[in-house]
C-alpha cells in the first residue's frame, strides 16, 4: 500500500503546517521521556492537550463550533480522552 501523500502533497501539507498563519494553534511538544513515565503522568499530559485543543477548536473553527452546538457537546464536561467515548445507545 502506498504512502497517503504524494511528493507534492507531502510538501504542500508541510508548507501548510510551516506557514505563519498556523502558528496560533496549540501544540504540546513531546517529550520523548514522557513514555517511560508512570501512567498517570501520560494521563495528564493526554488530558492538558485535550484542553487545550478543544479550547482552541471551541475558540477558533467555526465548523466544530457548528459540531458542538448540533450535537450538545460542552466542551467543559470533557476532562479526559474516556469522556470521549460514545455509548452504544448514541
Given at each position: 500500500m502506498k504512502n497517503r501523500f504524494s511528493e507534492y502533497g507531502y510538501k504542500y501539507?508541510?508548507?501548510?503546517?510551516t506557514n505563519r498563519n498556523f502558528r496560533e494553534i496549540p501544540v504540546m511538544k513531546y517529550?520523548?521521556?514522557?513514555?517511560?513515565?508512570?501512567?498517570?503522568?501520560?494521563?495528564?499530559?493526554?488530558?492538558?492537550?485535550l484542553k487545550e485543543l478543544l479550547g482552541y477548536l471551541q475558540n477558533k473553527s467555526p465548523f466544530y463550533?457548528?459540531?458542538f452546538k448540533e450535537h450538545h457537546i460542552n466542551i467543559n464536561n470533557i476532562k479526559t480522552l474516556n469522556d470521549l467515548?460514545?455509548?452504544?445507545?448514541?
Open positions: 501539507f508541510m508548507l501548510r503546517v517529550d520523548a521521556k514522557l513514555a517511560f513515565e508512570a501512567l498517570e503522568k501520560q494521563h495528564a499530559w493526554q488530558s492538558t492537550a463550533q457548528r459540531i467515548q460514545c455509548s452504544k445507545d448514541s
